[in-house]
C-alpha cells in the first residue's frame, strides 16, 4: 500500500511537502509520482519520476514543484513552492509496481487535501 503525508494549508506563495512511502511490499517499483483531483473534474498528472529520475511535469507547474524519489526508502517526494490557489486539490500519489507474476500494476495512496488560501 501506499501511505501518504504531508499537504494542508498553505497561503499563496507559501510551500507544502508531501511524502508517499510504498509500505508492505518488496517488489520493484518503476514509475512514481502525483494526480490530483477537484471536484468534478478528472484526476490529472501533476508529477511524475522514473526509477532513474527522469521526471516530467505538467505545464503550470513547472518550476514551482519538483518531484523526487528514494529507491531505498521506497519513498516520493513532492516539494510544491510559490502555491497558488487554483494548486488546492486532493493530491494522490501512485507507484508502478510489479508483481510476482512479473505483471506491472498501479498502486494509489489515499490522497491527501492541499488547500491554498489567504
Known amino acids: 500500500q501506499l501511505v501518504e503525508s504531508g499537504g494542508g494549508l498553505a497561503q499563496p506563495g507559501g510551500s507544502l511537502r508531501l511524502s508517499c512511502a510504498a509500505e508492505?511490499?518488496?517488489?520493484?517499483?518503476?514509475?512514481m509520482g502525483w494526480y490530483r483531483q477537484t471536484p468534478g473534474n478528472q484526476r490529472e498528472l501533476v508529477a511524475g519520476?522514473?526509477?532513474?529520475?527522469?521526471?516530467r511535469y505538467l505545464d503550470s507547474v513547472k518550476d514551482r514543484f519538483t518531484i523526487t524519489r528514494d529507491n531505498a526508502k521506497r519513498t516520493v517526494y513532492f516539494e510544491m513552492n510559490n502555491l497558488k490557489p487554483e494548486d488546492t486539490a486532493v493530491y494522490f500519489c501512485?507507484?508502478?509496481?510489479?508483481?510476482?507474476?512479473?505483471?506491472?500494476?498501479?498502486?494509489w495512496g489515499q490522497g491527501t487535501q492541499v488547500t491554498v488560501s489567504s
Open positions: 519520476i522514473a526509477r532513474g529520475g527522469n521526471t
Open positions: 508492505g511490499t518488496h517488489f520493484e517499483i518503476y514509475a
Open positions: 501512485y507507484a508502478d509496481i510489479v508483481d510476482s507474476s512479473d505483471s506491472t500494476n498501479r498502486y
